[in-house]
C-alpha cells in the first residue's frame, strides 16, 4: 500500500480512524445511491470499501486545517426510513451528532466556530436510515448473549475548503450495533449514538495524526 506522504489526499488517514472497531457498532457495504452530495469531480477510492470514499485528485491533507466549521446536522428525508422517525427523534440524533463532533475537535485544542476564514475545514454530516429498534423485544432478552434487533444509522460526510466552498472529500458510511454481547441491548439508540462517537473521534485522531499529535 503506497504510504500517507506519498498519497497526500484529505480523509487517506481519516477513513482509516473512522472505521468502526469490533467492540462497536460494523461497517455495512452502501450502495452509490445512497450519496446526494455531488461527487462528478471526485474519485472513488476502492481501498476504502464497504465505505464509499470520493476524493478531489490533489487535495490538500488535515494538516493544512486548523480551524473547523460543523454545519447544523441535516437529514436525508428521501429515505423512507427517516420519514416514519418522530421530529423528537430526528432532533435528538441531529444534537448529539453536532455535539460530539464539536466536544471532540475542542478537546483537541482545535477552533470550532462559524466564520470561514484561512485554513478552515467546513464539515457537513447527513444521516439516514436511522433505526433504532423498539426496546421492548430487546429487554426480553437482556439475560440473553444475543439482542433481538440493533441501531443502525449511515452517515455521509462532505469536507470542504471553507473559503471556496469547494468540496474535496464526501465519505458515506452504514453502521449497524453488535448483535453479539450487546451491552445495552433495552436501549439501541446507544448503537447510533456510538456510531456518532466513533465518527467523532475517528475525525479528532485523524486531524492529531496529521498535525503530529
Known amino acids: 500500500m503506497p504510504s500517507l506522504k506519498k498519497i497526500g489526499h484529505l480523509l487517506l488517514i481519516l477513513i482509516v480512524l473512522i472505521a468502526f472497531n469490533a467492540c462497536g457498532p460494523t461497517s455495512k457495504r452502501v450502495s452509490r445511491n445512497s450519496l446526494t452530495a455531488d461527487t462528478s469531480e471526485l474519485e472513488l477510492d476502492r481501498s476504502q470499501l464497504p465505505t464509499r470514499v470520493y476524493k478531489r485528485p490533489g487535495a490538500p491533507t488535515l494538516a493544512a486545517y486548523n480551524r473547523f466549521i460543523i454545519d447544523l446536522v441535516q437529514v436525508n428525508y428521501r429515505d ?14 441531529q444534537r448529539y451528532f453536532r455535539k460530539a463532533m464539536i466536544k471532540e475537535l475542542r478537546d483537541g485544542g482545535y477552533k470550532v466556530g462559524t466564520r470561514s476564514e484561512a ?6 454530516l447527513k444521516i439516514s436510515g436511522l433505526k433504532a429498534p423498539t426496546a421492548l423485544p430487546n429487554i426480553s432478552t ?24 469547494r468540496i474535496d472529500a464526501v465519505a458515506v458510511a452504514t453502521s ?10 433495552w436501549s439501541t439508540w446507544a448503537d447510533v449514538e456510538k456510531a456518532f462517537d466513533q465518527w467523532a473521534e475517528g475525525i479528532r485522531q485523524a486531524v492529531d495524526k496529521a498535525h503530529g499529535r
Open 80 to 93: 423512507p426510513k427517516m420519514r416514519e422517525l418522530s421530529s423528537e427523534d430526528i432532533e435528538r440524533m
Open 142 to 165: 437482556a439475560l440473553a448473549p444475543i439482542a433481538v434487533s440493533v441501531g443502525e444509522v449511515t452517515v455521509e460526510a462532505v469536507f470542504r475548503e471553507a473559503l471556496t466552498n
Open 176 to 185: 449497524q450495533g453488535s448483535r453479539v454481547l450487546n451491552p445495552t441491548p
Open 119 to 124: 485554513k478552515t475545514l467546513k464539515i457537513s
